[in-house]
């Protein structure tokens, strides 16, 4: 009963909600056979890999797995499954890659996935997921011979990276298929701000703002005074003040920080499935009947145009 | 050489492609879902309506077409759903597509992704559908895997979480919704395209549309007709309620929430 886990990385660095998977995998009681994919420029995210609480660590050098593309990996992952009877359980993180990818595994496998799970239980055949946004928890069990699961990052602590006893790597052959939708290019938000999914604060900014100079005036300096960063509700990002990287939600990240700040968020079902785990939920809004304050630990009743820059500036 | 027939189409042929968006009746996005109190599933007696993700993916055949009338041949929407899911269809044809195919199951079988990307290779296969348009997930089961397994059924492109769609000399552009940015791909099609929220704003359908929509053909399947069962694989254990958060702590001032971040050690 060991588990395949997809690593994913980009400029050399091993995805955060990799970690989370993997501590996710162990849980399945057997060892954790770690897969990473890609040209030789990942030779220093293969070094990070090497630290991983793994037993196996297997190296599919190829051009081809370079963006993580679909149409190439899911045929590795199946290839790798096949070959080893003793893995039962293939996992990797519910992110834009992890969606993309496994999915597609799971049906070249003829199984069903198991995706964006909260827990897992009696060593990985039970399993429990949130439905319609988080407003149910649904438990699962699965008797298929092969679980294909994907992780929601934020439901579990990533695992220790810096074992001293470094894994072997093991080269395997790539599996020589056609990439039907190839990488032609990409456009990255560049910010010097921490990364919104894995993130330890967050400050997110809703309609309320009224225009995308608002948002930056009002929500970048109490960001930048906590070190957080920064979010927004899907109605900011659809009224163009925010950039759509930045959308917290049941569609957008999903996030759980140690500190949420909802500024002029009246918090939308579909918002709140997005932060609701977050530790410590402060909300600003100047409705006094707005949802958000049914959730929120530390709820302000004003108007964030005077609220907010008092705030940072008591922060700072 | 002479130009054989087939070279001579194949010449002069426009590009045509023939569309197929499969859609999915959900409980309405705006509605408060609750779960029973048996603990089996959530209250079903509410408004329903088309899943928004899939409303996007019409919208999206619709300009394709209205864009380039000599592109798309055909818009053909599809459902997997109870008797009830033909209202859905029915929307999907007074938005502007032509025709519809039901697959009757019934009323407390929600279909897992697997099943339903069995059934839609089924349709491909017969109907010869060139472009799958489809929603990146529907708010209910939240899986966001339906897509990407009928493109690896198929063993054809996939673009996931598509933010821009261009289709030109048989290939398929897509700027894809990735974490930190965008990414573009390019393929030949077939191609499955999944839809997320900022491809278009879809439109209302006018009462013209909706009365006209009421003559086009929707053709109905029995789960029993297909070659293969549509049973799922998981089994539903229980559904809950989520853990209810104790807020709705108001404070008065701003010194008041600095005070509360101190005390959680967070300044």
């Keep these: 009963r060991d588990a395949l886990l997809y690593l994913e990385h980009r400029d050399g660095k091993l995805n955060a909600g990799t970690l989370s998977a993997l501590t996710a995998a162990q849980k399945v009681n057997g060892k954790v056979v770690g897969v990473i994919a890609g040209s030789e420029s990942i030779s220093s995210a293969i070094d990070s890999a090497r630290r991983l609480p793994l037993s196996r660590l297997l190296v599919a050098h190829s051009e081809q797995y370079d963006h993580h593309p679909p149409s190439t990996l899911a045929p590795l992952l199946k290839t790798l499954m096949e070959k080893d009877d003793s893995l039962t359980h293939l996992f990797a993180a519910h992110t834009a890659v992890g969606k993309n990818v496994l999915p597609r595994a799971a049906a070249l496998l003829d199984t069903s996935i198991i995706a964006d799970i909260l827990s897992l239980e009696d060593g990985g055949e039970v399993f429990t997921r949130g439905i319609y946004a988080g407003n149910a928890i649904s438990t699962v069990k699965s008797g298929e011979s092969r679980k294909v699961v994907s992780v929601r990052a934020t439901a579990f602590d990533g695992a220790d990276s810096s074992s001293s006893d470094q894994v072997v790597v093991e080269e395997v052959a790539p599996v020589q298929v056609k990439d039907h939708a190839p990488h032609v290019s990409e456009e990255m938000t560049l910010t010097a701000r921490p990364d919104l999914g894995s993130a330890a604060r967050v400050v997110s900014g809703g309609r309320a703002l009224k225009s995308a100079e608002n948002f930056g005036s009002i929500i970048e300096p109490l960001a930048d005074s906590l070190g957080a960063a920064i979010g927004a509700s899907r109605a900011a990002v659809d009224s163009g003040y925010a950039d759509n990287s930045l959308q917290v939600g049941q569609t957008g990240k999903i996030v759980a920080p140690e500190l949420y700040m909802a500024i002029g968020i009246s918090g939308a079902i579909q918002h709140l499935a997005g932060m609701k785990d977050s530790k410590l939920i402060v909300a600003v809004n100047k409705d006094p009947e707005a949802p958000i ?17 008092e705030l940072t500036k008591k922060l700072s | 050489m002479f130009p054989t027939r087939a070279n001579l189409l194949r010449a002069s042929s426009r590009v045509d492609i023939n569309v197929l968006v499969p859609i999915k009746r959900c409980i309405d996005y705006a509605v408060k879902v609750r779960v029973n109190p048996d603990g089996k599933g959530v209250d079903n007696t509410v408004k329903h309506s088309m899943n928004p993700f899939d409303e996007i993916a019409v919208e999206e055949a619709i300009r394709l077409r209205e864009k380039n009338k000599d592109l798309v041949d055909s818009i053909t929407a599809i459902t997997v759903g109870p008797q009830k899911a033909q209202d859905t269809l029915r929307t999907a044809l007074a938005m502007g597509a032509d025709k519809a195919i039901h697959v009757q199951v019934g009323d407390q079988h929600n279909v897992e992704p697997l099943q339903v990307a069995k059934t839609l290779k089924h349709f491909i296969n017969r109907d010869k559908f060139e472009l799958v348009l489809m929603g990146k997930q529907a708010i209910d089961g939240d899986e966001n895997a339906t897509g990407q397994m009928l493109a690896g059924l198929l063993d054809c492109g996939q673009a996931t979480f598509a933010s821009s769609l261009q289709i030109a000399d048989g290939k398929a552009t897509v700027t894809r919704e990735i974490d930190g940015g965008l990414e573009t791909v390019q393929g030949n099609l077939p191609m499955i395209v999944t839809t997320d929220l900022r491809l278009n704003e879809p439109r209302y359908a006018s009462l013209p549309n909706i009365m006209k929509a009421k003559k086009k053909p929707i053709e109905s399947v029995k789960e029993t007709e297909l070659p293969f069962d549509l049973k799922n694989r998981l089994e539903t254990v229980k559904v809950a309620e989520p ?11 701003v010194d008041d929430v600095v005070q509360k971040m101190k005390e959680k050690g967070l300044i």
């Design chain 1, 293 to 309: 304050f049914q959730i929120a630990d530390v709820g302000l009743v004003g108007d964030l145009f005077q609220v907010v820059p």
């Design chain 2, 243 to 253: 853990a209810q958060r104790t807020g709705g702590q108001k404070v008065d001032s």
